[in-house]
Every structure is written in structure tokens, then in C-alpha cells.
């Protein structure tokens, strides 16, 4: 009977561990997880700040939502409560990873600090020389990107 229980509790451990490891492909995540086993985006940066306010503002993890596996941080009940309601018109895009990174086969981490805004998307980039190399040919970089995506989004970053 205690086997049972030893195999129960790892299995179950298992479980709980297995969606983080399917996040961290698809979404640029933070190293760890956050108190309730998921792991954090954008770096614990609020997602609604980056869309309606005038820099981005780090969350706390006292406002704290959960989007397809990946928890995220808020400054206030009021941004979680916006992002709660639409949550993928507030998300960057590429599940955060660097556009331009996408753009050539790659997920490279998305900074808040290199953001755009295109038709109420958010777009991250790595660093200024790539968002600068962005901002050359916005249109195919977001156009390529998007082309590219759907071939690279559950592939592993060690395997691009």
C-alpha cells in the first residue's frame, strides 16, 4: 500500500511539472516557477502596462492571472481585471519571444524596454540593434514572423 502512495504523489508531481515544460516552448518564460507551479511571463512585467501605459511597469505577484499555463504579474487588481477579460488582445506576440528572433527561425527573449505596438499587437525584441534592424522594414519582419511561427512555436529553443 505504500508503494501505491509513493507512485501516486510522483505521478501526480509529474503532472504538475509537465505543463511548465510545454509552456517554456511555446511562451518566454522566467527560469522557476512562480508560487502556484507555473511559470512567469514577460519577466514578471505587467502585460496590460505595456498596451496602456506610458512605460512598462512590473507586476506583483498579489495580482496574479494564469493564461494557457503561464501565470502573470500585475500592478493593480484593475490591470489583472482588463487582462482577465481579453487576455490574448493584451499578450505580445510569438508567446514573447523577439519578433526579428521569429522572424529568422529563432526565440530569442522579448524586453519590455523593445516594444512596438502594430494594429494593437504587442511586438518584443531582444535588444535596441534588433529592434533598430526591426524598425528598418516593420512590415516584413511582422509579415515573415508571422509566416515563420507556426513551424517554430512548439519546437524546443535548443532545437532552432
Known amino acids: 500500500m505504500n508503494k501505491f502512495y509513493v507512485i501516486?504523489?510522483?505521478?501526480?508531481?509529474?503532472?504538475?511539472?509537465?505543463p511548465a515544460a510545454f509552456a517554456a516552448d511555446e511562451y518566454n518564460v522566467s527560469n522557476g516557477l512562480t508560487l502556484t507551479g507555473k511559470p512567469l511571463?514577460?519577466?514578471?512585467?505587467?502585460?496590460?502596462?505595456?498596451?496602456?501605459?506610458?512605460?512598462?511597469v512590473i507586476g506583483d505577484a498579489e495580482f496574479t492571472s494564469e493564461h494557457d499555463g503561464v501565470d502573470y504579474y500585475f500592478a493593480s487588481a484593475d490591470?489583472?481585471?482588463?487582462?482577465?477579460?481579453?487576455?490574448?488582445?493584451?499578450l505580445p506576440q510569438f508567446?514573447?519571444?523577439c519578433a526579428f528572433g521569429?522572424?529568422?527561425?529563432k526565440k530569442l527573449d522579448g524586453d519590455v524596454r523593445y516594444a512596438d505596438i502594430v494594429d494593437g499587437k504587442l511586438y518584443l525584441f531582444v535588444n535596441k540593434t534588433i529592434f533598430d534592424k526591426y524598425l528598418e522594414d516593420r512590415e516584413a519582419v511582422i509579415s515573415g514572423a508571422f509566416?515563420?511561427?507556426p513551424?517554430?512555436?512548439?519546437?524546443?529553443?535548443?532545437?532552432l
Open 41 to 56: 511571463g514577460m519577466h514578471g512585467f505587467d502585460p496590460v502596462s505595456m498596451i496602456k501605459a506610458e512605460a512598462p
Open 102 to 105: 521569429v522572424f529568422v527561425g
Open 79 to 90: 490591470t489583472k481585471t482588463a487582462f482577465d477579460t481579453d487576455p490574448d488582445a493584451m
Open 95 to 97: 508567446g514573447g519571444f
Open 147 to 149: 509566416d515563420k511561427w
Open 151 to 159: 513551424g517554430i512555436e512548439s519546437t524546443p529553443i535548443a532545437d
Open 8 to 18: 501516486a504523489a510522483m505521478s501526480a508531481a509529474l503532472l504538475c511539472i509537465v
